[in-house]
Structures are given as structure tokens and as C-alpha cells.
């Protein structure tokens, strides 16, 4: 798992993997913008511009308030989003980053199985509708004094199983990349836990999920040997 964390920490300034970077951010940022304006508009409509309360009398800019106030809160919760939504993006450009790792550390394989890019945004989708069911399943554990460990070692699963699947199935039948997951289990849930403490600090989550990608690849083949 180390050489693993080591080999992809030595090849993030491979020009394939910064454009990976540039689009996943590029996407990410477009849709934080189009959920922050929704809210932003959609609180101005539905909030009126003035209320009239007892012995108060008429209270005006309520909407304006309420407006930037639920876009500050958008702000804090994106910090949040941003482990499922960047995961997401950048599991649709996934093949790119395995090819780079393939093409440099394992010359000698043949091509992968052909992954369609309708099938990476479905995939993509799929593990973003998951992130965000468990995690809110779990909102009610994020209370508690073990909130961390709820929280890193959920993620930590689900960002393992999606990203060792997703690098297996390029070279193997879904069934077996399953069993491969199951076999290497431990290895790959604490590899996916590693992933999603840096996933929640901003501007360093955006890179995580890029870093998994490659990180997972090694792991993969390491354990396909």
C-alpha cells in the first residue's frame, strides 16, 4: 500500500494527470456555481420581500438576507460536497489516469477492456448517489463524539470499493474484481480512508481524487500478482 501511495505521489506532475486535474475542477467549480445560484434565486422567489410582524410592524430585505445567508451556508456544507462531487468528476476521467500509470510502471500490458464514456458518467453518478445516501444515512452519527471515525471510515469503504472496482474492471470481469475486493479487503478500506482525510480539507481535495485514482491502479496490480 506505501510503494503504492509513493509511486502515484512521484508521478502527479505528468502532464496526462494535470489535465485530468484541470477538467475535474473545471466541472466541479460549474456545478458548486449552478447549486449556489439555485439557492440563491430560488430563496429570493419564495421568501417575500417584506414580512409584517406584531408590535414590530413591516420587516423589509427579508428575502436578501435569507438569500446570502443560505449562500453562506452553501459555502460551509461545499466543503463537504466536495468529497463526493470531486470523486465523482474524476472517476469519469478515471481511464486517463490509469494510462498513465500503466503506460509508466507497466509497459508490458495490453490494452484495457474499452470503457465508453457513457459508462464512466453512469458509474460516476451511481457512486455519487451513493456517497451522498450513506453519508446522509449517517448524519445522525456526525453528532457524536465518534463522528471522525463514522465519517472516515464510511468514506473510507465506499472510496476503496469504487476506485479498486473501477481500476479492475478495466482488465478483469466484474465478478472477479469483486473477489478481489473481498480478498484485499483491509488493505484497500484503510487505503480509502487515507483518501478521504485530505478529501475534506478545500483546495487539497481537489487533487485527492486524482491521487486515488493512480494510487488505486498500483494497488490493483500489486495485488492481481
Known amino acids: 500500500m506505501f510503494s503504492a501511495f509513493f509511486a502515484a505521489l512521484a508521478q502527479m506532475s505528468d502532464p496526462r494527470f494535470r ?35 406584531p408590535w414590530i410592524g413591516e420587516v423589509t430585505f427579508v428575502d436578501t438576507l435569507l438569500s446570502w445567508g443560505s449562500v ?17 468528476f474524476t ?14 510502471h507497466y509497459p508490458n500490458l495490453g490494452p ?10 453512469r458509474e460516476s453518478l451511481g457512486f455519487l448517489a451513493i456517497l ?30 469504487e476506485y479498486f472496482r473501477m481500476v479492475a474492471v478495466r482488465r478483469i470481469a466484474r465478478s472477479e474484481a469483486s473477489r478481489g ?15 478521504a482525510v485530505p478529501l475534506t480539507i478545500p483546495l ?7 491521487f486515488g485514482a493512480a494510487t488505486f491502479t498500483h494497488i490493483y496490480h500489486k495485488t492481481a500478482r
Not at 112 to 121: E, G, Q, S, V, Y
Open 91 to 104: 472517476g469519469i476521467f478515471l481511464d486517463e489516469v490509469a494510462d498513465a500509470v500503466e503506460a509508466r
Open 204 to 210: 487539497l481535495n481537489l487533487v485527492v481524487p486524482i
Open 132 to 161: 451522498i445516501a450513506a453519508n446522509a444515512a449517517a448524519l445522525v452519527l456526525y453528532v457524536t463524539p465518534a463522528a471522525p471515525f463514522v465519517f472516515y471510515g464510511l468514506n473510507g469503504y465506499l472510496l476503496g470499493r
Open 19 to 53: 489535465a485530468v486535474l484541470i477538467k475535474g475542477i473545471g466541472l466541479t467549480f460549474l456545478l458548486l456555481a449552478a447549486l449556489y445560484a439555485l439557492v440563491f434565486f430560488g430563496v429570493s422567489w419564495m421568501v417575500p420581500d417584506t414580512f409584517t410582524l
Open 72 to 88: 453562506l451556508l452553501m459555502m460551509v456544507l461545499s466543503i463537504f460536497l466536495m468529497v463526493p462531487v470531486a470523486s465523482a
Open 112 to 121: 484495457p477492456h474499452t470503457m465508453r464514456l457513457t459508462d464512466n458518467i
Open 181 to 195: 475486493f473481498r480478498r484485499n479487503l483491509p488493505m484497500i478500506w484503510i487505503a480509502g480512508a487515507a483518501m
